[in-house]
Structure formats: C-alpha cells, structure tokens
C-alpha cells in the first residue's frame, strides 16, 4: 500500500506515526514486520522522538549545517544538498509489529523527511505478518 504525504515546505520532518499504525490496525496482522520505504531521491524516512518538536527541528539545523546549499555541486538540477541528506537520512525503516500494534519505544515516532519540497510524496508500505488476529 501507499501513504500519499502532501509536505508544505522546503525541508520538513512529518509524523506519520498515526497513518502508518492505522494501516497497522486494519491489516489485521497481530505479529510481523512493517517495512516503510520512500521511492524518491529527495525525500528520506527515520525514526526519532516525536514528543518535543525541538528535535525533528534540531535534526534540520543540524542537517543544513552539515550539507551547505552552496559547494560547487555539479548536478544541475541545483537540489544537490537535498539528495545528500536523502543519502544521509536513508530511505527505508524496518519496524516489528506487536500485538498489532507498532513496536516502538516511548518516545519514538515515525518522521516522512522531505528535503526539496513542497511536494506530494509517497511512502510505500508493506507487512511480513508472521501471525494475523484471531
Ligand atoms: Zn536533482
């Protein structure tokens, strides 16, 4: 399945911790694999805390700090810095599914990473369920 994600600004870090555990849900899968992967070269996806937004903020800075808009690129498409940090941040996640729920730690949650926006995404999603509901 695909998780459409509409982003509104240039870089921007998204929660999609609630879409994706909604196709969670009504998989009916109670144990198994969810592996979340972006088929774009300027978009990336991660996992990181989602309770204080200082951090998907901090990751930004830090990430335009690393990868300056202007270092004699050669790609003339002039979006080099958002494929790095595409390269840097990766594209896929593989995440365990527990009691149909996704295993994530407390204060963890799923960030969609758009690099060159704004743009409408998409995050393709799929299940390895090992065990469904009963
Ligand atoms: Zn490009």
Known sequence: MILTVKTKSQTELIDITFEIQQLVSSSGI??????????????????????????????IMV?????????????????????LKSTLVGVSELIIIENSKLFLGTWQGIFFCEFDGPRTRKLHVRFLPTKYKE
């Open 63 to 83: 990430l335009n700090k690393i990868v300056p808009w202007e270092a004699g690129y050669r790609h003339l498409e002039g979006n080099s810095p958002a494929h």
């Open 30 to 59: 109670n144990e198994g694999l969810c592996i979340l992967f972006v088929p774009h070269t300027t978009a990336a996806v991660t996992i990181n805390e989602n309770a204080d937004p200082s951090v998907p903020a901090d990751i």
